[in-house]
């Protein structure tokens, strides 16, 4: 049951420390969380949350068209991420337990409750701008899901990087970062998809800032993680970050060189920047649960001290 | 009722600090393996009082131990390890099968086959990390110290789960919601100490007031190590470690992982505080970058 690995970069040479299992079996439980459920709703609540704020700007900067459909796409993100937690509950008939308590050291019971204040929110603002009616109430509305989108994007980040599972714990200070750019990189690829060309300036200039934002965060991300890094490179959840990285990258030149001036580099940039996106929260979603079923890495970084 | 006011580090009162104006005395176990026999009294006694459903009945190839590990319905988990030990003056030997004849001429690296048992359960940590998580109030700490799940209350979010360092708690599958041990919270209530203690017949398993097992355990290693069992640790026992210690703790004579244990396991919520402060800026740098692509692309409609 010992295995004595390598270790990679100038360290190459030295030989990794000796680790012991017992039966090779892991330390901690792996959440049984579905990843279609979990991952999908972190990607939703990205693109809900951050596509908030890009209708509430593209009603300020004069861009009806945008906005109205950014409030709609955000309603459609934020029901069907709310739809997913409670698919995943085992008993999702005690959903509104989530409520009964208010508890700031449960990255879970405050992501509820910022839902509950964000997601009627975010309806609010979508109905009246798809109706016309109540524009003040709309307007309220769609200020106060602009103020919570953010929170709802980045909250995730700390859903997952509170447990401890190496993968995500391990980066819990870079995480919030990767979520909130990939949840732009989304809202973005969404308003490329939605909004008339001459509308998407401000989206192809988030999709280039937020591809730039994620490479950036996902480099200190991997730096940190030591040798726990393997798991964001290998296996399924290494095809996922990259093909995430492929994706967003294409997507982002495609929308930022072409897509101003034709719509179906806008939109296929858009599907990319979307599907990049899908990409990095299941790619990380797997990466964590792959840290956890192999007990070399919780043992080894303990072992070294972090 | 879950509000405490320190995520980590030392922390002599658990249950008062969890809301408990008058707690008892905190209670725990101290686990002395090198005295367990591996005759799985324990498991059987805790799933006989608790009446935990039977959860697979496989041969798993792992020595003796066909329950593997901690889990939703295996709250106590006796542990076995064959190992060569390569001094033969280490414990005293256990005679196994063919011990003898590989006494005298034996290879260098082949020492004697030793046996290592342990029966492993939740740590009811002093800053339990599947509590301090726990979105419905679920777990809560008792008077006692514990940490216990209200299965009434629990929602099956599965939280809880990688939240534990130690791998302990889990969800049953087919009802969803999360068990562990609750250290006999019943019994404790009516003055009895919990199964698996009574039931040990070696005292492997030693229940009481947290304090006078730490003292116990400390004189305990001491006589191992004038034995010459230099191996014998500790482990859980320090109020300063990563959990604030364990209201459950162990001698082994062996690295912790050796019995599937973390060497130094943290309470994840220590770094949340970290968390939120990164989650905040996150936030603003989300809205700040696309009101910073709003502003480079101007008010004006149809700029291009
Ligand atoms: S060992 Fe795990 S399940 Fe037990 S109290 Fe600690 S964190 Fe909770
Ligand atoms: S599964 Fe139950 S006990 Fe565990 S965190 Fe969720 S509500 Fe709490």
Not at chain 2, 142 to 159: M, R
Request: glycine share 10%; charged share 20%.
């Amino acid at each position: 049951m010992t295995r004595t690995r390598k270790r990679r970069g100038e360290q190459l040479m030295v030989p990794r420390a000796e680790f012991t299992s017992y039966y090779g079996r892991p330390v901690i439980h792996a959440p049984s969380w579905a990843a279609r459920d979990i991952a999908g709703y972190f990607f939703l609540g990205g693109l809900a949350g951050a596509g908030s704020v890009f209708a509430a700007g593209a009603q300020l900067g004069g861009r009806p068209r945008t906005a109205t459909a950014m409030k709609v796409s955000s309603l459609a993100a934020v029901s069907l991420s709310a739809a997913a937690l409670v698919h995943d509950l085992g008993r999702p008939g005690r959903f509104v337990n989530m409520l009964r308590v208010f508890k700031p050291t449960s990255p879970m019971s405050m992501g509820s409750w910022l839902l509950s204040g964000y997601g009627p929110a975010a309806g609010a603002a979508a109905v009246s701008a798809v109706t016309g009616r109540l524009p003040r109430t709309g307007a309220a509305a769609t200020t106060a899901a602009a103020l919570l989108g953010p929170a709802i994007a980045a909250y995730t980040a700390v859903l997952a990087a509170d447990t401890a599972v190496p993968a995500w714990h391990g980066a819990h200070r870079e995480l919030p970062y990767l979520f909130t750019a990939s949840a732009t990189a989304a809202a973005s690829g969404m308003a490329l998809i939605v909004a008339p060309t001459r509308e998407n300036t401000p989206a192809r200039l988030a999709a280039v800032l937020a591809t730039a934002g994620e490479s950036v965060a996902t480099e200190a991300a991997e730096r940190r993680l030591g040798m726990v890094a393997e798991t964001w490179r290998e296996g399924r959840a290494g095809t996922l970050l990259r093909s995430a990285r492929a994706l967003t990258l294409a997507g982002a030149a495609t929308a930022a060189l072409a897509g101003g001036r034709s719509r179906p580099a806008a939109v296929l940039g858009g599907l990319a920047l979307l599907g990049g996106s899908v990409c990095t929260r299941f790619g990380v979603f797997a990466a964590g649960i792959a840290s956890a079923q192999d007990p070399q890495y919780t043992v080894v970084p303990q072992r070294e001290g972090e | 009722m879950t509000d405490r006011n320190l995520l980590s580090g030392p922390e002599p009162e658990p249950a008062r600090d969890a809301g408990h104006p008058e707690p008892s005395e905190r209670v725990g176990f101290f686990t002395d393996t090198s005295v367990c026999i591996g005759c799985k009294a324990c498991e059987v006694a805790c799933k006989e009082w608790n009446a935990i459903p039977e959860d697979g009945m496989a041969l798993s190839g792992m020595s003796y131990d066909n329950t593997q590990g901690l889990g939703a319905s295996t709250w106590r988990h006796v542990a076995f390890i064959e190992q060569r030990v390569p001094a033969p003056e280490g414990r005293t030997e256990l005679p196994l099968a063919n011990s003898a004849a590989q006494a005298a001429d034996a290879a260098p690296d082949q020492g004697d086959l030793r046996w290592l048992m342990s029966s492993d359960v939740c740590k009811h940590c002093t800053h339990a990390a599947c509590l301090d998580v726990c979105p419905t109030g679920s777990l809560f700490r008792t008077e006692f110290g514990t940490v216990v799940v209200q299965e009434d209350i629990c929602n099956g979010c599965g939280y809880c789960v990688p939240a534990c360092p130690y791998g302990v708690i889990e969800q049953r599958p087919d009802d969803g919601r999360a068990f562990k041990c609750t250290l006999c919270y019943d019994r404790l209530g009516a003055g009895q100490e919990p199964a698996c203690a009574k039931a040990c017949p070696t005292e492997s398993i030693q229940f009481g007031p947290l304090d006078e097992l730490r003292e116990r355990a400390a004189l305990r290693v001491d006589q191992l190590h004038e034995q010459g069992v230099e191996e014998a640790r500790l482990y859980g026992h320090d109020p300063a470690d990563g959990v604030g210690g364990d209201g459950a703790f162990f001698l082994l004579l062996d690295r912790p992982e050796v019995y599937g244990l973390p060497p130094d396991p943290v309470v994840t919520t220590r770094d949340l505080p970290a968390m939120w402060k990164h989650a905040g800026t996150a936030a603003l740098s989300l809205a700040g970058g696309i009101a910073l692509a709003f502003a480079l692309a101007g008010r004006t409609k149809g700029a291009r």
